[in-house]
């Protein structure tokens, strides 16, 4: 089995899809000669072309808007917004129509289009080139939103994001472009709104997205040598959201850990605690714990932004709480 | 709908149907005016009596598979594009009958298989789609044009100013109708746009762009067959700065403070698309009077229609959110 980094899974599901199918292209800001700002898109323009790998001008309405009218024509347009900040420009095209048209029109459109966006702390880009906003695209009747937080996840549900017929908000996470996986040969789509169980445990559920997968799985280990068993789960797809396997996972261990890098206020974690109690309050030992960021823009200082959002031993001190809680 | 000669000529009975479908347009968007004030229609309204002739003009030189988005002000487009009246009447009644089933409404009337790709509420909202749209006919070599309907007000948001840019930079086959009615709701062309002469900023992104005179369909129709041809010939895009001019409120009910009713009362006197066209073809009263009748029963038939429609069931709501 090869290995491909986070960034090699997206641009092979990319690539792939291109070979096969002449109704998916690409199109965004630096993609092409530069290979994108994440470097997600290089090489391709040398196999695609510049009709397929598509320069854009920065112009993320139009780009946005383009990609949305090609999708109601028939193609699977995938756009990138170079940083999920810049979704702020694009979100009137995003939410007013791609999230509408086939509403509006009854029935009558499709609109397969797919904005792959990335973004995250960890580098010190500042309060405009690292925030994570999921929660304004899961709040929209109409899209599908997927934040994906491994190699192969990338890549089987990019695939699937690219062939559902509904438009899709693609997020990556920035610190794991590196990151590195065994994957099949075969591309095996993963079908939007099934999470996934990282870590089997007995006595916390973590259910987190992203980065804070990673940083959930480094405390179950650390939990693990206190005697604790955590189970990690991800939901992957947010919207739709696998409503059952998290209720399922909590039924077992009666305790619920929600993460993310987003803000916790009104964040995408508190729909999954609310989701978790009603599902399964009778079998909840303790409330459940959200971790998050702070309520503040994201700073410049290092030892500020290390500070502001969650990290492993965030996500450890949420787990003890909910121990804390314990009825025996 | 009769098909018109393809060269750009038309003949005396071309004409006449322009005639009879722009009173049917003036007609029916009367009736809704009517229907709206006695309570009967949910929504909001915005007519475009005045801009008739833009609507016909343009919509009559398309070609089979060419497709438009149209704007809040749709009902004048969705008519010409094709979309019969009585589906068009049945959507402002929000019934399952409806050219967008009831989901809708005026704002976002739809017919994709006749092309019409919406109606947006978002001024210059779809813009950015014709773009898209465009390419994907590019892209696939195939001889269609995407037209965006807009007005002047849309020129100074940004959807406009990407779009354009960006058709132009891609040489799509897309036609850019402004339909320059002078009002951008209820602020003047004055106080809204620094300079007089709108197609300054298509010229600015290299594009050709062609002043018309809205009033006069006939012009209207030969600066579209142009356009098209140009588009449709892989030339790239082309901005229609059309002149038209709104005869009524911004909405159903505009009690129209911020216009004076000298100005609005001469240019329904002297700019009147349907006076002018009549003048021209010289038809003589009785069979205007002829066509009226014949039109007004299609209205009045449409309102029955509508009327006598199904109402979609409440949670009907939940369908048509995915794919």
């Known amino acids: 089995m090869p290995e491909l980094s986070y960034r090699e899974a997206v641009r092979d599901a990319l690539s792939r899809a291109m070979r096969e199918d002449d109704d998916v292209f690409v199109m965004g800001e630096d993609i092409a000669e530069m290979g994108g700002s994440m470097g997600v898109t290089q090489g391709m323009l040398d196999e695609f072309g510049p009709e397929r790998v598509r320069n854009t001008p920065i112009s993320e309405m139009a780009l946005a808007g383009a990609a949305i009218g090609a999708a109601m024509q028939g193609m699977r347009p995938v756009a990138e917004i170079m940083y999920e900040d810049f979704l702020t420009l694009a979100t009137e095209q995003i939410v007013n129509q791609a999230a509408k048209h086939r509403y509006m029109s009854g029935g009558q459109l499709t609109v397969p289009v797919t904005f792959r966006t990335q973004g995250g702390a960890g580098w010190s880009p500042g309060a405009q080139h690292a925030q994570q906003l999921e929660a304004w695209f899961v709040h929209i009747p109409g899209l599908k939103v997927v934040f994906a937080s491994t190699p192969s996840d990338v890549r089987g549900l990019l695939w699937s994001s690219i062939y559902d017929d509904n438009p899709v908000v693609f997020f990556e996470h920035r610190t794991l472009y590196g990151l590195k996986e065994e994957v099949p040969d075969e591309l095996e789509p993963i079908p939007l709104g099934r999470a996934r169980v990282h870590r089997e445990g007995e006595d916390v559920t973590v259910i987190a997205t992203g980065r804070l997968v990673h940083e959930a799985l480094a405390a179950a280990k650390e939990a693990e040598q206190d005697g604790v068993s955590v189970e990690v789960v991800d939901p992957r797809t947010l919207q739709p959201l696998d409503e059952d396997a998290l209720i399922s996972s909590v039924k077992k261990t009666n305790r619920c850990v929600v993460a993310h890098e987003a803000v916790t206020r009104m964040g995408f974690g508190a729909e999954v605690a609310a989701v978790v109690q009603y599902g399964a309050f009778d079998w909840l030992d303790a409330p459940i714990e959200r971790v998050g960021a702070r309520f503040t823009p994201l700073p410049f200082a290092p030892v500020m932004e290390e500070w502001v959002v969650p990290h492993a031993n965030d996500v450890l001190a949420a787990i003890r709480r909910t121990l804390r809680r314990d009825g025996d | ?323």
């Open chain 2, 1 to 323: 709908m009769a098909k018109v000669e393809q060269k750009g000529t038309l003949a005396k009975s071309d004409l006449r149907d322009f005639f009879r479908e722009m009173l049917l347009i003036r007609r029916f968007e009367e009736k809704v005016e009517e229907r709206f004030r006695a309570g009967e229609l949910p929504g909001f309204l915005h007519v475009a009596i005045g801009q008739e002739a833009v609507a016909v003009g343009v919509c009559r030189a398309l070609e089979e598979g060419d497709i438009i988005a149209s704007t809040h002000r749709a009902h004048g487009h969705t008519l010409a594009k094709g979309t019969t009246p009585n589906e068009v009447m049945a959507e402002l009644y929000g019934k399952l009958e409806g050219c967008s089933h009831g989901y809708g409404g005026s704002m976002h009337l739809y017919d994709v298989e006749r092309g019409n790709m919406g109606a947006n509420a978002v001024v210059g909202g779809g813009l950015p789609g014709i773009v898209g749209a465009a390419l994907a006919f590019k892209f696939r070599g195939e001889p269609r044009v995407a037209v965006a309907f807009f007005g002047d007000g849309a020129t100074n948001i940004g959807t406009f100013h990407e779009s354009l840019n960006l058709a132009q930079l891609w040489e799509v086959p897309a036609v850019f109708v402004c339909e320059n009615n002078h009002w951008a709701e209820s602020t003047p062309g004055w106080q809204h746009m620094p300079i007089e002469d709108v197609s300054q900023r298509a010229v600015a992104y290299g594009m050709k762009a062609v002043k018309v005179d809205g009033q006069d369909v006939e012009a209207v129709f030969k600066a579209t067959r142009r356009a098209l041809d140009h588009a449709r010939g892989g030339k790239g895009p082309v901005f229609l700065a059309v002149e038209t001019y709104r005869l009524v409120g911004h909405y159903v009910g505009d009690p129209q403070v911020y216009r004076s009713k000298e100005e609005l009362a001469e240019t329904r006197e002297t700019r009147d698309p349907l006076e002018h066209l009549r003048a021209k073809l010289e038809l003589p009263d009785d069979e205007v009077e002829e066509i009226d009748r014949e039109v007004q029963e299609i209205v009045e038939a449409a309102v029955e229609f509508a009327k006598n429609g199904t109402d979609p069931k409440p949670e009907d709501a939940l369908k048509n959110v995915y794919a």
